[in-house]
């Protein structure tokens, strides 16, 4: 037998998953959401409740950002799966980056196309269909 002593483990600390959305800002059913896709684990607490670790409250955040850049589930899936590998991680999260970030150049592109119609047609509308949302406009109470 080792003659050292062995330090008895820590109590892991879990987060309910009420008290885990409110920090995170996000809600309850979000966080339960990527559980049922595979992207974390929980554990069960009193009563059956999901309650996180640490470990996976961090990696909740990467993927609330991930999302809110836009990253569909199956990309963060793919590559949550790499966190093993952190190079293969880092270039994959930086080709995804690039793309979510090309497309959201195009749709701001096609916005500006847009607001630019829409003023081009404001300048050409006939004064009386301009003045309808003016004051005097049909319906309008006097």
């Known amino acids: 037998m080792n003659a050292?002593?062995?330090k008895p483990l820590a109590p892991m600390r879990?987060?309910?998953i009420s008290?885990?959305?409110r920090t995170l800002g996000v809600t309850a059913r979000t966080l339960r959401h990527y559980q049922d896709r595979g992207l974390i684990r929980s554990h069960r607490l009193a009563r059956n409740v999901r309650g996180y670790d640490l470990n996976t409250l961090?990696?909740?955040k990467a993927i609330i950002v991930l999302r809110a850049a836009g990253l569909p589930i199956q990309a963060i899936q793919e590559i949550?799966?790499?966190r093993d590998r952190p190079d293969?991680?880092?270039q994959a999260l930086s080709t995804v980056l690039t793309k979510a970030l090309s497309e959201q150049q195009a749709q701001i592109q096609h916005l500006i196309t847009l607001v630019d119609q829409l003023a081009q047609a404001a300048d050409t509308l006939p004064s009386s269909v301009a003045a309808l949302g003016g004051?005097?406009?049909i319906g309008a109470s006097s």
């Open 14 to 16: 879990l987060v309910e």
């Open 4 to 6: 050292r002593a062995h």
């Open 88 to 90: 293969a991680q880092i």
């Open 80 to 82: 949550m799966a790499l």
């Open 58 to 60: 961090e990696q909740l």
């Open 19 to 21: 008290q885990a959305a």
């Open 135 to 137: 004051p005097g406009a």
